[in-house]
């Protein structure tokens, strides 16, 4: 196949998760495929890791976040950079600004495209349901493709369920990240529907281990602990319980975090390069995220998912590694969990089926197979 393979994804998003998940499909599919990100702005996603953020409803609002980002606009602007520096090194098309534009480019172009993985079918992060994330502009002779494509919540699909219903009517081939979306798309597309691994898990130990570079970033032990806008009092308990036992340094992520009490050390300014090191390197991982708890599963962590509601995505997940054991939802799951070993060689044994099954799913549908 000579077509080019385009990957559609929230790639201008300064997160560490979007941009691995990012690297790792295209790493991917470039094994067999010639393959580029295509370079679509959405201003509502991208606006939100501006430095200085305008544009919002209420001009309070934006007088806040002038005042919030000068106060530390060279720690910002630092992290900034290395997102760019690593975005610049993914193979990307020429840029698009909009929607319109996009549809302009490649609305006679017959290729593959290939939308996923993270929520790009979530409304709530693209502002409403934006046809780019549904391959409206492609060509009916185009292979449309979903990886493990994901909403966040099945509800964001039922509140535009006509909407997404016609659009993915219209791909080839569907796959998605969590169990309930896809019994729920089984129900309501004319379609087969599978769940298949997040891209992150689709790259071996090794390739993981090599994308992080071999030095350590920081030498003493320390305890990684990463959390995407939901810790909560069981996740700091976790955390200094942890670090009260171990007697271990907190590497953290954000600016500042006034509830961890004890040795602490803020890593915000890290690329997604550093974080993957930093947490390669670690003893412990406690995190909310997801991408946190994938990285931590390829990499054989002893990690900690602490989880006051249960997301789909990451119960489908740990589930299939048979991990779901080790979720904490209150600080008394702590101690029952802390002395329980993980069964490593059973892990990675599920772990490379899935991966093996995800990558032919992947393969099969970019070449236009569906055995």
């Known amino acids: 196949m000579k077509k080019m393979v385009y990957t559609i994804t929230f790639h201008r998003a300064n997160n560490y998760g979007a941009m691995l998940q990012a690297y790792a499909l295209q790493k991917k599919i470039s094994e067999k495929f010639e393959t580029q990100i295509l370079d679509y702005d959405n201003k509502y996603i991208s606006n939100i890791y501006r430095l200085f953020r305008g544009n919002d409803t209420f001009i309070l609002r934006d007088i806040y976040h002038f005042i919030k980002n000068v106060s530390s606009y060279k720690k910002d602007k630092y992290r900034y950079n290395n997102f760019l520096q690593f ?40 502002h409403g349901f934006d046809e780019v994330y549904t391959l409206g502009f492609a060509s009916n002779e185009s292979i449309k493709i979903a990886y493990a494509a994901s909403s966040g919540k099945v509800n964001v699909l039922k509140d535009n369920e006509n909407k997404f219903k016609d659009s993915l009517n219209r791909f080839n081939s569907i796959s998605v990240r969590e ?34 570079g071999e030095d350590r970033i920081i030498e003493e032990k320390y305890i990684f602990a990463y959390s995407v806008g939901n810790a909560n009092e069981s ?26 009490k004890f040795k602490k050390e803020s890593r915000y300014t890290s690329g997604p390069i550093e974080f993957v090191n930093l947490l390669k390197y670690s003893e412990y991982v406690v995190t909310t995220s997801f991408h946190g708890t994938a990285l931590s599963i390829i990499l054989n962590k002893n990690f900690f998912p602490v989880l006051s509601s249960l997301p789909d995505r990451l119960l489908t997940l740990l589930r299939k590694m048979n991990l779901d054991n080790r979720i904490i939802k209150n600080k008394n799951d702590f101690m029952n969990i802390f002395y329980k070993e993980i069964d490593w060689c059973s892990v990675n044994t599920i772990l490379n089926e899935e991966r093996i099954k995800s990558e032919r799913w992947l393969f099969n549908a970019i070449r236009g197979d569906k055995k």
Do not use: H
């Open 179 to 212: 169990k309930p979306m896809c019994d729920y798309l089984v129900d309501t597309l004319d379609k087969d529907v599978t769940v298949t691994l997040d891209p992150s898990l689709l790259l071996t130990k090794e390739q993981w281990e090599d994308f992080s």
């Open 235 to 260: 996740y700091y308990e976790t955390l200094n319980d942890l670090a009260k036992l171990t007697g271990y340094k907190i590497v953290f992520f954000d600016k500042k975090d006034n509830n961890i």
């Open 87 to 126: 975005r610049n090194q993914l193979k990307l098309s020429k840029y698009f600004k909009n929607s319109e534009e996009v549809n302009n480019n490649f609305k006679n172009v017959d290729s593959v495209y290939v939308v996923g993985s993270d929520q790009v079918w979530n409304t709530n992060i693209s």
